[in-house]
């Protein structure tokens, strides 16, 4: 069973889990404690289909998914894939990762981004990367939803990614038209954000939603519409190129020798996973799609972390020390979802660009870490395996710093 | 026939009476039991008695080390269900077999005739060497415990043994911000249950064919870890409940039947050997969620709550909560998919198991202690 898990600062919490898929391995030390790069998890760990195939009831589908990875060699039959890209929020880096891991495996993908090509958003990750996609073969296109049988007149694809409606307004005109000109199968990307709180955790698929969430009716329309299709409800990600704070508001006050301010008691358990895990799913949805068809998948790590973990983890990954202070926003008269990261998922963060270079370079350097300890299943981590202090050190040590720091 | 009763018994109160009807003892050793059960069998030679048990079961000659005071009493009631011998190693303090609330007298009486008792004290290793060596078991359950040097002897004793099967627990994983506990997780030498990884350590050394059990916190009636109970001495009383810091901790409880069963499930049972399996519940649950739990299944009005800094009070030697105060929950993935096990009792179901059978009958461990409480409430109430 899948579950995800979420901060919350109040009492009930709605915390949910992916499942693990544990070989029998000895303990680790208490040094490894962190490393979670398994021996037995070769580079080509390929995830069996029983994980996503539960003859259940959609909607009350339990499948076990956990880190799934995309099979060792991609010999099943090509696809035409299209992925509709939200323009920015923490979902945006979702499309990106999807796209260069489905081009990887030589699949056929062009990526709708809502909006303007020339729009200011387009200047902020991921979207300022999306040369990536090009030079790895894919083809990105700009426009709105309701304009999708305008802008890809002609046009036909195997499956369509929804990564950008929020509800059934937003995703009815991408449905329609997909349906209409014979798409095989929907995805979408929902949010494990609508699972409604509960004393007891973690949420599995299945668990009551709020009434008020949108992908809900989203879900529904597709299974009505759609012999094939999923969704899958994912949490907080990090990786290089994220659109929203997350790793990088812990970064930039650890780099900086700044205290790290947590709301609360910064026990509150979230659940963090790597963009390249949700991407590395989806695309196992597409090459696998009877066994994904019918289901809704929590996408979530396998551990949750608490949010001082988070910062000790991204302290580590840094190799610096941390300060943690913990304050009461209402005490304070701050607006915890403005001061922190996580709970609100369209923070925005200003004058990005200006400090790019020297967190992208960070960036991959953390990233390689925190991909690790958050991805334990993931058959890029195992190959990748954790970079020494001393490493670390010299890595971006030895980087110039090219523009001024954000203050 | 022995009554079970509480070690502490309200003066002012007179025994209930144990009535006949069908209790969640009897469901627990019949058909509940058999669905669960997934694991290969030996062809039989014996189908002994009992009511529901498989005809292919092998019986074996089964030691429990204790047995008498919680998880062994349920788990020694399967074994003997299943048709298999099972002797009680145990100091002989309490009755090898008393009557459980709920328990038919037809069930007591089949129970107690067929347990057997070996009496000794298992810290003198010359005597379980050689006690052990002229029974000669199959199969050993050490739910009690605690140092490898306990141990050595009845491998000494054993060169045949089928399967030792050790209660350990999750208390052996070191803390971590990183969690469900798995059990592929780094556990801690320095804690306070590093007897347990030592004996896990030292059956891993001998080669016998070994199973560990780590549990998390265990509940349902007759628990003497004063876990539900706590709680239950407070609701009754209509006190406020007072929980350390913010009341998130999260942690998990799981059902000593549910634990029972998994103890079962990895007898004989080839994909347990040398394995290490987490048994605990489905769900993780606050300490504010376990009070209202408790609550709902003691059919008591909500209970007010109380949050207080545990560093601004100094207790003694006494403990005010009940509960480590950390997060502490462990995944039960890995029985789940590897052994097909899993728990039945969901948690306010389970607790109103351990009510109605045990608090709510007037039984309890320990008398209720509410002077940590008094210290917190009424410095609360002054600054308030």
Known sequence: ?407 | MARMVSLQQPTTQSHPSFSLLTSSLSDFNGARLQSQLQFKRKLGMQNRGALQVSASSSSKNILIMGGTRFIGIFLSRLLVKEGHQVTLFTRGKAPIAQQLPGESDQDFADFSSKILHLKGDRKDSDFVKTSLAAKGFDVVYDINGREAVEVEPIIEALPNLEQFIYCSSAGVYLKSDLLPHCEVDAVDPKSRHKGKLETESYLESTGVNWTSIRPVYIYGPLNYNPVEEWFFHRLKAGRPIPIPNSGIQMTQLGHVKDLAKAFITVLGNDKASKEVFNISGEKYVTFDGLARACAKAGGFPEPEIIHYNPKEYDFGKKKAFPFRDQHFFASIDKAKHVLGWKPEFDLVEGLTDSYELDFGRGTFRKEADFSTDDIILGKSLVTA
């Open chain 1, 1 to 407: 069973m899948a579950a995800a898990l979420s901060s919350s600062l109040t009492s009930a919490s709605s915390v949910l889990f992916s499942s693990s898929n544990y070989p029998s391995l000895p303990s680790f030390s208490p040094s490894q404690r962190l490393c979670f790069s398994h021996s037995a998890l070769s580079s080509s760990y390929s995830v069996s289909p029983a994980l996503f195939t539960f003859p259940s009831p959609r909607l009350s589908a339990t499948a076990a998914v956990s880190f799934s990875v995309r099979a060792a060699t991609a010999a099943g039959e090509k696809k035409k894939v299209l992925i509709v890209n939200t323009n920015s929020g923490g979902h945006s880096i979702i499309g990106f990762y999807f796209a260069k891991e489905l081009l990887g495996s030589g699949h056929n993908v062009t990526i709708l981004t809502v909006g303007e090509e020339g729009s200011d958003k387009m200047k902020k990750p991921p979207f300022n990367r999306f040369s990536e996609i090009v030079s790895a073969g894919g083809r990105t296109v700009w426009g709105d939803p309701p304009e999708i049988g305008k802008v890809l007149a002609g046009e036909t694809f195997d499956v369509v990614l929804d990564n950008n409606g929020k509800d059934l307004d937003a995703v009815r005109p991408v449905a329609d038209w997909a349906k209409e000109t014979g798409v095989k199968q929907f995805l979408f990307i929902s949010s494990a954000g609508i699972y409604l709180p509960t004393e007891e955790p973690p949420h599995v698929e299945g668990d009551a939603v709020k009434g008020s969430a949108g992908h809900v009716g989203v879900e529904k329309y597709m299974a009505e519409t759609f012999s094939n299709w999923a969704s899958f409800r994912p949490q907080y990600m990090i990786g290089s190129g994220n659109n929203k704070d997350c790793e990088e508001w812990f970064f930039d006050r650890i780099v900086r020798n700044r205290p790290v301010p947590i709301p609360g008691s910064g026990m509150q358990l979230t659940n963090i996973s790597h963009a390249k895990d949700l991407s590395s799913m989806l695309t196992l949805a597409v090459e696998k799609p009877e066994a994904a068809s019918g289901n809704i998948f929590n996408s979530v790590s396998e551990r949750a972390v608490t949010l001082d973990g988070m910062a000790k983890l991204c302290a580590k990954a840094a190799g610096l020390p941390v300060e943690i202070v913990h304050y009461d926003p209402k005490a304070i008269g701050v607006d915890a979802k403005k001061a922190f990261p996580f709970r609100n998922m369209v923070q925005k963060r200003s004058d990005r660009a200006t400090t790019k270079p020297l967190f992208l370079s960070y960036e991959h350097a953390s990233e390689m870490w925190i991909f690790n300890v958050c991805c334990c299943c993931c058959c890029c981590c195992c190959s990748t395996s954790m970079l020494s202090h001393e490493q670390r050190r010299k890595f971006w040590d030895g980087r110039e710093p090219q523009t001024c720091l954000r203050i």
